[in-house]
Nanobody, 123 residues
Framework: QVQLVESGGGLVQAGGSLRLSCAAS????????MGWFRQAPGKERDVVAV????????YYVDSVKGRFTISRDNAKNTVYLQMNSLKPEDTAVYYC????????????????WGKGTLVTVSS
């Protein structure tokens, strides 16, 4: 079975940095990719960043461009999200997700989800 295990969330002051990690087990996603979504209280879950596993092509939502970087480690089957210059508006539960194939770009539907990790940015 596929499992996605997230780590790295926590409390940080505005302007600080955090690095999220997501380790995938059960299968690889070479034909698709992995990414990060987030959901703030009272709001819908939205895509943050996605990476195609083989090609390395990335997508970022406009609000995080220049501040967040998504990357992958092939040997560890792990995806990372480096978050710099954090703002209070970034506060949310961050979910790791994976897909066997992307039918749309940027993707909206994913096949597998982690349980989420909370990121809180204080002002």
């Amino acid at each position: 079975q596929v499992q996605l295990v997230e780590s790295g969330g926590g409390l940080v002051q505005a302007g600080g940095s955090l690095r999220l990690s997501c380790a995938a087990s059960g299968r690889a996603f070479g034909g698709g990719g992995m990414g990060w979504f987030r959901q703030a209280p009272g709001k819908e879950r939205d895509v943050v960043a996605v990476i195609l596993w083989n090609a390395g092509t990335t997508y970022y939502v406009d609000s995080v461009k220049g501040r967040f970087t998504i990357s992958r480690d092939n040997a560890k089957n792990t995806v990372y999200l480096q978050m710099n210059s954090l703002k209070p508006e970034d506060t949310a539960v961050y979910y790791c997700a994976a897909a066997s194939w992307f039918y749309t770009w940027p993707p909206r539907d994913m096949d597998y989800w982690g349980k989420g990790t909370l990121v809180t940015v204080s002002s």
